[in-house]
């Protein structure tokens, strides 16, 4: 059956040191793949998108990996600060419909403190 | 301000009563989706339309209903035949063009008395 997979359990580090949150999955062969920030309450907001030729993308402080082979994407937020404390969210496209429908994975609560 | 909104933010729904969650868009955006979020699972989909006119169910539509008369507007009721509705209901919107990212509303959350 098809899964994604994020580490359900909160990842806690100090403000200044690099997050890393694992995105993990089975049974799809998604093209591309993104990552959306959620606060507490609120909707998801997107952050990036990787594709399946591209190993890695970046904005700002934000990193993303995407190893087809390995079937992860790897989330990296370096420099963190308190307010990057959040759940995010991998989501992969499912096209066998010919339309975009997104799976999302359940999340990563991330927690920065100072 | 571009964005999709959602009402009402809180929504009590008694036994066997049916409730309407609203959602509209003005981006334009050609395709919309519903999506329910329950601690621990994830989002997961109800419905979306990708036109005024069409819909479909996603994964969990039963208990479900919904309309799509105009572009901007995608209502979801949530029937008296859904018999654990309390969730965080999320509503998104996308051109439809493939390839993109999904615009998401604040959200409603749905309480049973």
């Known amino acids: 059956s098809q899964k994604i997979e994020q580490n359900s359990e909160a990842l806690n580090i100090q403000e200044g040191k690099t997050a890393t949150l694992t995105c993990n999955y089975t049974?799809?062969?998604?093209?591309?793949l993104q990552w959306y920030r959620q606060d507490p309450g609120r909707g998801p907001v997107f952050l990036l998108l990787?594709?399946?030729?591209?190993k890695e993308k970046r904005k700002e402080r934000l990193k993303v990996t995407f190893d087809t082979t390995l079937k992860q994407s790897l989330f990296h937020i370096t420099a963190s600060q308190p307010a990057d404390s959040a759940t995010y969210l991998c989501?992969?496209?499912?096209?066998?419909?010919?339309?975009?429908?997104?799976?999302f994975g359940t999340g990563t609560r991330l927690l920065v403190s100072p | 301000d571009g964005g999709i909104t959602q009402s009402p933010k809180y929504l009590f729904r008694k036994e066997g009563q049916n409730v309407t969650l609203s959602c509209e868009q003005n981006?334009?955006?050609?395709?919309m989706y519903w999506y329910r979020q329950d601690p621990g699972q994830g989002l997961r989909l109800i419905y979306y339309?990708?036109?005024?006119?069409?819909?479909q169910k996603g994964d969990i539509a039963e208990g479900y209903s919904v309309s799509r008369e105009k572009k901007e507007s995608f209502p979801l009721t949530v029937t008296s035949a859904q018999k654990n509705p309390t969730a965080f209901y999320l509503c998104?919107?996308?051109?439809?063009?493939?390839?993109?990212?999904?615009?998401f509303g604040p959200g409603t959350r749905l309480l049973v008395l």
């Open positions: 049974n799809y062969s998604p093209a591309y």
């Open positions: 981006l334009n955006h050609d395709a």
């Open positions: 989501a992969l496209e499912e096209m066998n419909t010919g339309f975009q429908k997104l799976v």
């Open positions: 339309s990708q036109i005024v006119n069409d819909f």
């Open positions: 990787i594709r399946e030729n591209e």
């Open positions: 998104a919107s996308t051109t439809g063009q493939g390839e993109e990212t999904q615009y």
